[in-house]
């Protein structure tokens, strides 16, 4: 079946440092949409990227859609201990209406 | 204030003895769905609905029952739970199944 793959799982920084998580699909995505949960937390929408080639900003984290839609990646320029928490990938599923996350990446900055 | 709220919060429970998880959005949302959260394995979904009256299995369905008698309840059923059910549970609900997803604060469940 479908697979929404995520890497890396686990990422280690120093605060100041940028962070890149990956997620790659096995199949094209209509669309791919980005949550972050911190930690004790649920997960929150941060964005969805629709197009082919799209990238979205905001404030220091960056989204793009691969041209093939079957990637993306995030990518948080100069990190803060404010953006610990997981990072989640998820895309349209083979079905109708199911909803495929990726395992996260869990993001940890050390002061 | 809009919110997905999920009852209860914690719970502890022994192998088979039925239990259901509420789940209720106030955001008059057509799509709710049920996930589980295992440490490695990320956020898995259990049931989705579409809308009231239709449901359908996700990725992980065996041992669960859900409901959509009306729009804004989700319920999730363990009829006969069993220790590798234990789990974190989050219910969510949307406008539909490409929108941006809310999530209920999560219930931690413990089988025993």
């Known amino acids: 079946g479908q697979q929404v793959m995520q890497i890396p799982q686990y990422q280690h920084v120093q605060e100041g440092e940028d962070f890149t998580t990956y997620c790659n699909s096995s199949?094209?995505?209509?669309?791919i949409q980005w949550y972050k949960q911190r930690p004790g937390g649920h997960p929150v929408f941060l964005i969805q990227l629709v197009k082919s080639g799209e990238v979205k900003k905001q404030k220091r984290l960056t989204f793009q859609f691969g041209e093939a839609k079957k990637n993306s990646s995030l990518h948080i320029t100069a990190t803060q201990t404010t953006d610990v928490g997981t990072y989640f990938c998820a895309g349209p599923g083979g079905s109708q209406g199911n909803l495929i996350f990726g395992k996260g990446t869990k993001l940890s900055v050390k002061p | 204030e809009a919110q997905v709220t999920q009852n209860p919060r914690y719970l502890i429970t022994v192998t088979g003895k039925k239990l259901t998880v509420t789940c209720s959005q106030n955001?008059?949302?057509?799509?709710m769905s049920w996930y589980r959260q295992d440490p490695g394995l990320g956020l898995r979904q259990i049931y989705y609905?579409?809308?009231?009256?239709?449901?359908d299995k996700g990725d992980v369905p065996e041992g669960y029952k859900v409901s959509r008698k009306e729009k804004r309840n989700f319920p999730l059923i363990l009829e006969s739970p069993s220790p590798n059910q234990t789990s974190l549970y989050f219910c969510a609900s949307s406008l539909s199944q490409v929108d941006e997803q809310f999530f209920g604060p999560g219930t931690r469940l413990t089988v025993l």
């Open positions: 199949t094209t995505l209509s669309n």
């Open positions: 955001m008059n949302h057509e799509y």
């Open positions: 609905s579409m809308n009231v009256e239709v449901t």
